[in-house]
């Protein structure tokens, strides 16, 4: 599989607005819940939003009320909606479909694309 492409990302001040876009090929993007996650540096990559197949959303608790993620099927796509950023927020934005676990240990079905660095100055 193509590794999904990630943009939008950006240096924004604290309380700015992003939007992020991911394109994704291929049938496993229509039959999977896709995820939003971030790396900051030094730290593990961590799960912020994720998007049913249905539309049915799911958020970290440290970004619940600020960021939307969205899909759109029809051109492979998923949007992450970012408002209030705090300079905690800073990191690269990446997109994927849920870890899962196996017996090789936690896998995702796409390769890791490049990402997109988010970046909020206090």
């Known amino acids: 599989q193509v590794q999904p492409v990630e943009s939008g990302g950006g240096l924004v001040q604290a309380g700015g607005s992003l939007r992020l876009s991911c394109v994704a090929s291929?049938?496993?993007?229509?039959?999977?819940?896709m995820v939003w996650y971030r790396r900051a540096p030094g730290e593990q990559r961590e799960a912020v939003a994720n998007?049913?197949?249905?539309?049915?959303?799911t958020y970290a608790d440290s970004v619940k009320g600020r960021f939307t993620i969205s899909r759109d099927n029809a051109r492979n796509t998923v949007h992450l909606q970012m408002n209030g950023l705090k300079a905690e927020d800073t990191a690269v934005y990446y997109c994927n479909t849920k870890v899962e676990q196996s017996s090789w240990g936690p896998t995702v079905k796409y390769p890791w694309g490049q990402g997109t660095q988010v970046t909020v100055s206090s």
């Open positions: 998007i049913t197949t249905d539309g049915t959303t």
């Open positions: 291929g049938s496993i993007f229509s039959s999977n819940t």
